[in-house]
């Protein structure tokens, strides 16, 4: 990629690959990121302790229905009314344009019902007469990152160590972010359609088409899970 030391080479010249130079081959691990219920829960009281209401739409939203922090910030209250009718909410402004519709659930329902209750203004729900996107989106990504050593478990990581701990093939708990509650999404999704005794490939594909990604890779990505023998580092 551009930024990246590349290794000199005259032109045309090529690599030996990494079976010929008798390299040891590389290790990966992940880097588990979703919200546990009970960090949520605490979250979610100290954001009404705290009148942040904003936050606890947007937590919710991602937790229930794996939203994006602006696929949340952004929805209209039309959005939301026509989702609590139909049972399915349709996203449009999404990450690369791929539009889709995501199942309302019981816990969704709820929590689409808090946030039209809450709603800032008649038309959006997080954003009043006046504000900016990106200023409400920082808001909620700042209060998060602020106050979650007061909810969240103590042997999360810095996303660096975490990061360095999966290239290693160790797998651990990086520190909470907004994005993380669809990480939760996605494990929770994942989880119910192997109950149901789904393959783990039709699984996966459910969940990614969820996600709105159409990748397994990606996907990979969300279902990591901290590996339970791992001691605090």
């Given at each position: 990629?551009?930024?990246?030391d590349?290794p000199d080479?005259?032109?045309g010249?090529?690599?030996?690959?990494?079976?010929?130079l008798?390299?040891?081959?590389r290790k990966?691990?992940?880097v588990?990121r979703?919200?546990?219920e009970a960090e949520?829960?605490k979250?979610i009281?100290?954001?009404?302790?705290m009148?942040?209401k904003?936050v606890?739409?947007?937590?919710?939203?991602?937790?229930?229905l794996g939203t994006?922090?602006?696929?949340?910030v952004?929805?209209?209250?039309?959005?939301?009314?026509e989702a609590l009718?139909?049972g399915?909410?349709?996203?449009e402004?999404?990450?690369g344009?791929?539009?889709r519709?995501?199942?309302v659930s019981?816990?969704a329902?709820?929590a689409l019902?808090?946030?039209?209750?809450n709603?800032?203004s008649k038309?959006?729900?997080l954003i009043?007469?006046g504000?900016?996107t990106?200023k409400?989106?920082?808001s909620i990504q700042d209060?998060?990152?602020?106050?979650?050593?007061?909810f969240?478990?103590e042997?999360r990581?810095?996303?660096?160590?975490?990061t360095?701990?999966?290239?290693?093939?160790?797998?651990?708990?990086?520190n909470?972010?907004?994005?993380?509650?669809?990480h939760?999404n996605?494990?929770?999704?994942y989880?119910k359609?192997?109950?149901a005794?789904e393959?783990t490939n039709?699984?996966?594909?459910?969940?990614?088409e969820s996600l709105?990604h159409?990748?397994e890779?990606?996907?990979?990505i969300?279902?990591a899970k901290?590996n339970?023998?791992?001691?605090?580092r």
């Amino acid at each position: 990629p551009p930024g990246t030391d590349q290794p000199d080479r005259l032109p045309g010249q090529i690599l030996p690959d990494n079976k010929k130079l008798d390299l040891e081959k590389r290790k990966f691990g992940g880097v588990h990121r979703a919200w546990e219920e009970a960090e949520l829960k605490k979250a979610i009281g100290l954001a009404l302790e705290m009148d942040r209401k904003d936050v606890v739409i947007v937590l919710s939203l991602g937790y229930t229905l794996g939203t994006r922090l602006e696929e949340s910030v952004t929805l209209t209250t039309y959005k939301v009314k026509e989702a609590l009718k139909t049972g399915y909410i349709y996203l449009e402004n999404t990450k690369g344009g791929f539009k889709r519709e995501v199942k309302v659930s019981e816990q969704a329902r709820q929590a689409l019902e808090y946030a039209l209750e809450n709603a800032k203004s008649k038309e959006r729900l997080l954003i009043g007469v006046g504000e900016a996107t990106h200023k409400v989106k920082r808001s909620i990504q700042d209060w998060v990152r602020n106050h979650r050593h007061r909810f969240q478990n103590e042997d999360r990581l810095d996303n660096c160590t975490a990061t360095n701990l999966a290239k290693e093939g160790i797998t651990t708990s990086a520190n909470l972010t907004v994005h993380g509650t669809r990480h939760a999404n996605a494990q929770e999704n994942y989880n119910k359609l192997i109950e149901a005794g789904e393959h783990t490939n039709v699984a996966k594909k459910i969940v990614s088409e969820s996600l709105g990604h159409h990748r397994e890779n990606v996907t990979n990505i969300y279902l990591a899970k901290k590996n339970t023998q791992n001691k605090k580092r």
